[in-house]
């Protein structure tokens, strides 16, 4: 969240719908910018309590994302479409594709800044992907260029609000790239523990951590450099509200 909120100018905190949200103005247009935490119930009971509460022009899903395709660390990519699919032997879901005037002239602005290789589909999975081989299995089975775990619950809330919704993600962990570390272990209430055990067990994944560190600063150097243009970009004179869940 910090990454995006560094690109906005100064603004407050809000309640809106139970959550607390960052809001700022720029021109005409109001941001409201929100994180959900990690994985999909908490992404769906977020944008669920924000969709239900306020009126918004567009929903974009942003933060971090494993790369399904030849990319570079920080890369950004823009997903018009989402699947969920749980595991690598599970048919992904039905497609979530949310169209609509604000995310048409958002991927338009996205286009002069990346490749159309890196414009597609999404899919969010209920599990930190690690391993390299899981990584292609998605990729194969799916067809998307990213993954991540929140981005199909969102796209889902947007759908039932029917505000447009887009992705716009950058590029932490690599195709062929293992994780250090079984990062599910932080995920259980009791994992912390687990995840310690196992570092202290195998200190060599601390190199692994460093340089996973090292890469999620470079995409959230992205990060900001890409929404402080886009504000600036999307200025108008039409009053609108982007939500963009993190």
């Known amino acids: 969240m910090s990454a995006v909120q560094s690109a906005l100018p100064p603004g407050v905190e809000r309640r809106v719908g139970g959550c607390t949200v960052f809001v700022c103005t720029v021109g005409d247009r109001e941001y409201c910018l929100a994180q959900t935490g990690v994985g999909l119930e908490k992404a769906e009971r977020t944008a669920a309590q924000l969709l239900d509460s306020q009126s918004f022009s567009l929903v974009v899903s942003t933060g971090f994302a494993c790369a399904l395709i030849a990319a570079d660390i920080g890369a950004l990519l823009v997903g018009r479409e989402v699947v969920y699919c749980g595991n690598h032997g599970d048919k992904p879901s039905a497609v979530l594709d949310v169209p609509g005037g604000e995310r048409d002239l958002t991927v ?25 081989r899981e ?24 759908q039932r609000a029917q505000v447009p919704f887009v992705i716009i993600r950058s590029v932490s962990d690599l195709l062929d790239e293992d994780l250090p570390l079984d990062f599910n272990l932080f995920l259980r209430p009791t994992g912390w ?11 060599s994944c ?25 504000v600036a ?13 993190i």
């Open 193 to 203: 523990l687990k995840g310690i055990e196992t570092i202290l067990a195998a200190p």
């Open 135 to 158: 990584k292609q299995r998605f990729a194969q089975r799916t067809q998307a260029i990213g993954l991540d775990m929140e981005s199909s619950a969102l796209a889902a809330q947007a």
């Open 206 to 230: 601390l190199l692994g951590l460093g340089r996973l560190r090292r890469q999620s600063l470079v995409a959230a150097e992205t990060l900001t450099a890409f929404f402080r243009s886009y």
């Open 108 to 132: 338009t602005y996205v286009e002069t800044l990346v490749p159309s290789e890196h414009i597609g589909r999404f899919v969010s999975t209920d599990h930190i992907i690690g391993s390299a």
């Open 233 to 245: 970009a999307m200025a108008t004179d039409r009053p609108k509200k982007a939500l963009s869940p």
